[in-house]
Nanobody, 126 residues
Framework: QVHMVESGGGLVQAGGSLRLSCAASGRTFSNAAMGWFRQAPGKEREIVAAIRWSGGSTYYADSVKGRFTISRDNAKNTVYLQMDSLKPEDTAVYYC???????????????????WGQGTQVTVSS
């Protein structure tokens, strides 16, 4: 079992920045990757970004490329999502998730993530 706690959400004006953190605990040695997902009201949950613990390769959704940056601190078992140039359409509940799959097929797919955090609200006002 892997337990994750997200923090850093809040209310920000369009064009502003926020940094989300996700601290993982428990059987973290089995994790191959960590991802950030989001779900806006009335919409399905979608992937935002993902990163591998080993090697640090990353994935970004097209909608956030160039604005969001995912990073990790292996010593702290923590993953971050730096969000810059925020837009009102970025408003959503953001979830952190852990994947035990090392292959590429599941890296950017929700089905590849086994454990999920409780979510943190991000609201971007226009």
């Amino acid at each position: 079992q892997v337990h994750m706690v997200e923090s850093g959400g809040g209310l920000v004006q369009a064009g502003g920045s926020l940094r989300l953190s996700c601290a993982a605990s428990g059987r973290t040695f089995s994790n191959a990757a960590m991802g950030w997902f989001r779900q806006a009201p009335g919409k399905e949950r979608e992937i935002v970004a993902a990163i591998r613990w080993s090697g640090g390769s990353t994935y970004y959704a097209d909608s956030v490329k160039g604005r969001f940056t995912i990073s990790r601190d292996n010593a702290k078992n923590t993953v971050y999502l730096q969000m810059d140039s925020l837009k009102p359409e970025d408003t959503a509940v953001y979830y952190c998730a852990a994947s035990s799959y090392s292959g590429s097929y599941y890296f950017a797919r929700q089905s590849g993530y086994d454990f999920w955090g409780q979510g943190t609200q991000v609201t971007v006002s226009s």
